[in-house]
């Protein structure tokens, strides 16, 4: 049974460039949640799809924006790239809250490095 | 607002000794805790959670222990193993309001010494 899988594991993007990463959820779970690990800190939360629409949004700018396709796999699209946006995003598998529990499975993140 | 805190950035013992590891938040509409625990180029792994209708949680060497009136949480690992070496997230949510948005802490990186 795969868990979750994100790639690439690596990215090195220059400023104002976009940038796309990917997310296979662990088999069973349909929620996707991004985050966005800076270092030393904890995961902050981007936004959560299920049923292919967000459904609940952190305090990220909207050049942060994903999609959720059919398979219950998701993109995160971040625009415009900025200095600061260098982190490690992870993305969690979950089942939706209420369907079972709640426990979100993480992936090995992907580190991106804006220069 | 930092709605989640883990107060200690650092913790170390000795191996086969007791890991305490502590968060406090202030949300008390938080009602589902969870901790993480994170090793250097992967991601989180899930450990351990807690209902608020609990006050204890035990798995093999993990016990979480919840203090709703104080909006604490601990985390105690028995006995403690140099694997257990890691960054410690806890982690807090609303999953009755349908909403599965974790909360995190800082993270406490703990060092079991063998």
């Known amino acids: 049974d795969a868990g979750v899988t994100q790639s690439p594991t690596h990215l090195i993007k220059t400023r104002g460039q976009q940038v796309t990463l990917r997310c296979s959820p662990k088999?069973?779970?349909?929620?996707v949640s991004w985050y966005q690990q800076a270092l030393g800190q904890g995961p902050q939360f981007i936004f959560q799809?299920?049923?292919?629409?967000?459904?609940q949004r952190g305090n990220f700018p909207d050049r942060f924006s994903g999609h959720q396709f059919p398979n219950y796999s998701s993109e995160l699209n971040v625009n415009a790239l900025l200095l600061g946006d260098s982190a490690l995003y992870l993305c969690a598998s979950s089942l939706f809250p209420g369907q079972g529990t709640t426990e979100a499975f993480f992936g090995q993140g992907t580190r991106l490095t804006v220069v | 607002d930092q709605q989640v805190k883990q107060n200690s950035p650092s913790l170390s013992v000795q191996e086969g000794r007791i890991s305490i590891l502590n968060c406090d938040y202030t949300n008390s509409m938080f009602d589902y805790f969870l901790w993480y625990k994170k090793y250097p180029a992967e991601g989180p792994t899930f450990l351990i959670s807690?209902?608020?209708?609990?006050d204890k949680n035990e798995d093999g060497r993990f016990t979480v222990f919840l203090n709703k009136s104080a909006k604490h949480l601990s985390l105690h690992i028995v006995p403690s193993q140099p694997g257990d070496s890691a960054v410690y997230f806890c982690a807090a949510s609303r999953p009755s309001s349908n909403t599965g948005k974790l909360i995190f802490g800082q993270g406490t990186t703990l060092q079991v010494k063998p």
């Open positions: 088999s069973g779970h349909d929620t």
């Open positions: 799809y299920y049923e292919e629409e967000e459904r």
């Open positions: 807690i209902s608020s209708i609990k």
